[in-house]
């Protein structure tokens, strides 16, 4: 399966939203990402719900990957209009002893499941979710911010998941979100990820063209 990008929309310029949105669709790009938090979760507020819905208006060819970083993150879902084409990650932390079904709820709207870990959560507590899943977002940075550096032992943890996915069936994805950097993105390609989070660490960083930035990003994960 080739490597696939998710440009990360709260690292855009936040006053061009709808402009950075059909420029990355009219590039070709597979997915973007749209990070969710409820202030709870993770210290911070991103993107609302209301405008993660108003994105399916201006998207083409992109589908929406919806990283939900907050508790009982279902309450979103409706307000969010989750449906066909979606990708939804949900946080193992987040969502206590109601996980699978959430992750049921998800299946029932026509989306994608994935299951997100942060940095401290072992890859071993997705054993119970990997039937009812599609993939797995590992977070290389500790949740919550753009910009934060990748955390120590963050390959190892990639591969550790490509490993459990694999052990289970074919096709399922592995998806790397935080500091998914020019320098970094190969050899986190070569652990075993498949969808690639590229937020302040490459694509957005200052003074690149968006296109050429989209190329090279593209050619280095393929
Ligand atoms: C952080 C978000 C990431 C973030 C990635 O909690 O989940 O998607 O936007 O941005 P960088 O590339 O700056 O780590
Ligand atoms: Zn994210």
Known sequence: MRG???????????????????????????YIHLDFMDNKFVPNITLDAELIRAVKRVLVNMKRDIHIMAIEPEQYFDRMEIGQGDIVSVHFEACGGRLHEVIADIRQRGASPFVAISPDTEPEVLA??????????????????????????????IRAVRAL???????????VDGHVSW???????????????????????????????????SELIA
């Open 165 to 175: 996915l694999d052990s289970r069936r074919e096709g399922m994805l592995l998806e």
């Open 128 to 157: 119970d979710y990997l039937d009812e899943i599609d993939g797995v977002l590992v977070m290389t940075v500790y949740p919550g911010f753009a910009g934060r550096p990748i955390v120590e032992g963050s390959f190892d943890k």
């Open 4 to 30: 696939m990008l998710s440009p990360s929309l709260m690292c855009a310029d936040a006053l061009n939203l709808q402009s950075e949105l059909e420029a990355l669709d009219r590039l070709g790009v597979d």
């Open 183 to 217: 320098d970094l993105c190969q050899t986190m390609r070569e652990c075993g990820g498949d969808l690639f989070v590229a937020g302040s660490s490459s694509l957005y960083q200052r003074g690149l063209d968006l296109a050429e930035a989209v190329e090279r990003m």
